[in-house]
């Protein structure tokens, strides 16, 4: 079957750095999606990944290994505002997405 | 875990027709659930909030009699794109919370549903 696996919560300092792993099983693939979700807001896109590899932007950057079946997402310099539900979804061959069900995180100053 | 389904995947129409996308929580009940659009690489747009028994609330600019939404059971939700356009063309992506009990509600997304007009 089809599944994404990810932690349901994480914590972190103001101004520190935090890795959110995501580890996925699709049917095919065509990429891989960072959504960042503040409570009562929609997903903001944050990355999409379909080749190996690091891409960053800014104060994020997210990694991908197909071998591996892995994904993280890299946080920076984090600032309060950073606290938000983080979700990695897959794509799979058919183009539909599959979801995990986002890691809360959670910056203390 | 929850489970929220979409239907069909893909959709492909002639201009001037109309589709339904359904939304189902297969697990849980859902008393609202949202609808998406997005665009290739972009943020989740919301475009209204779907609301059992009630009428649906739709988001600064979404044109409520173009996209019609039925929350007609607490575990299904249909959005229907009425005289589809190649400009309505897109990716629609549904959510239910999943309210517990004393906790704070957990989103599930659908696996979206792609639509193509021609």
């Known amino acids: 079957g089809q599944n994404i696996d990810q932690p349901t919560e994480m914590t972190a300092t103001e101004g520190a750095i935090v890795q959110i792993n995501c580890t996925y099983q699709t049917s095919g693939f065509n990429g891989l999606f960072w959504y960042q979700q503040h409570a009562g807001e929609a997903p903001t896109f944050l990355s999409y990944n379909v080749l190996d590899g690091l891409e960053e932007k800014g104060r994020f950057s997210s990694f991908l290994s197909r071998s591996k079946g892995y994904s993280y997402l890299l946080l920076k310099e984090l600032q309060m505002k950073d606290s938000a539900s983080y979700l990695c979804a897959g794509m799979d061959s058919n183009y539909q997405l599959i979801w995990g069900a986002g890691t809360k995180l959670i910056i203390k100053p | 875990g929850a489970v929220v389904s979409q239907h069909p995947s893909w959709v492909i129409c002639k201009s001037g027709t109309s589709v339904k996308i359904e939304c189902r929580s297969l697990?849980?009940?859902?008393?609202?659930m949202f609808w998406y659009r997005q665009f290739p690489k972009q943020s989740l747009m919301l475009m209204a909030t779907?609301?059992?028994?009630?009428?649906?609330?739709?988001e600064q600019g979404v044109e409520k009699d173009k996209f019609l939404i039925n929350h007609a059971s607490l575990t299904l939700s249909t959005l229907t794109v009425t005289s589809a356009h190649p400009e309505d063309s897109s990716f629609y992506i549904c959510s239910a919370p999943e309210v517990e009990r004393g906790e704070s509600d957990t989103q599930y997304f659908g696996p979206g549903t792609r639509l193509t007009v021609l």
């Open positions: 779907s609301n059992e028994g009630s009428k649906a609330t739709y």
């Open positions: 697990d849980f009940q859902a008393t609202t």
